[in-house]
């Protein structure tokens, strides 16, 4: 069974399962270097069987990965969607790319392509890198943590700022991503 719902968020601090780092661009050929990670800022196991990741390019065209059936993702845990193999990865999605300049990511509750201009996920990322000074190939962008509604720099633990704007993000020089297996936050 899947997990329940996303829960709105008008604190800041996410219920549900975020999308909290990606690399879209990486130094060089892309090829195995992309990935996308999750944070689960929730009290409880979300159960990811069932859900998809889900890459929509700036002129429309849309790929997506399904998450396996025993996919999860633990209490203040994360996991990783590599592009290409890697062995960090806790789900390899061969065939992805994401595009180096703008697009936007779904997390979606299903398995259904996204289309129109309001696709139902439990959370979406769109990225320009206009909006981002100083990006350069290389650096990702990280979700900031959250504590009492405040949104921090990424100094801090967590993953879980989430109010639905550019400012939820900051570009990291060095790429970090975290797995299963890192600890929880």
């Not at 929730?42 to 996919?71: A, C, M, P, R, Y």
């Not at 129109?116 to 290389?138: L, R």
Request: aromatic share 8%; hydrophobic share 35%; with cysteine.
């Amino acid at each position: 069974p899947s997990s329940p719902p996303p829960q709105p968020s008008s604190s800041g601090i996410a219920g549900h399962l975020l999308i909290s780092e990606v690399l879209f661009d990486a130094e060089g050929s892309d090829g195995g270097k992309e990935f996308i990670e999750l944070f689960n800022p929730t009290d409880q196991v979300l159960d990811i069987s069932g859900w998809s990741i889900q890459h929509v390019s700036s002129s429309g065209s849309t790929s997506k990965k399904n998450f396996e059936s025993t996919d999860g993702v633990a209490p203040h845990g994360f996991f990783l969607v590599w592009l290409g193999n890697d062995p960090r990865a806790d789900m390899v999605w061969a065939s992805g790319s994401l595009n180096n300049t703008s697009a936007t990511i779904y997390l979606v509750n299903g398995t259904v392509a996204v289309s129109g201009q309001n696709p139902v996920s439990v959370d979406a990322f769109s990225y320009n890198i206009v909006d981002w000074n100083g990006f350069a190939a290389g650096m990702s962008l990280e979700r900031k943590p959250a504590t009492n509604g405040v949104c921090f720099s990424a100094s801090v633990s967590g993953n879980g700022c989430d109010t639905d704007s550019v400012s939820d993000w900051e570009v990291r020089l060095s790429p970090e991503p975290q797995n299963t297996q890192s600890p929880s936050e």
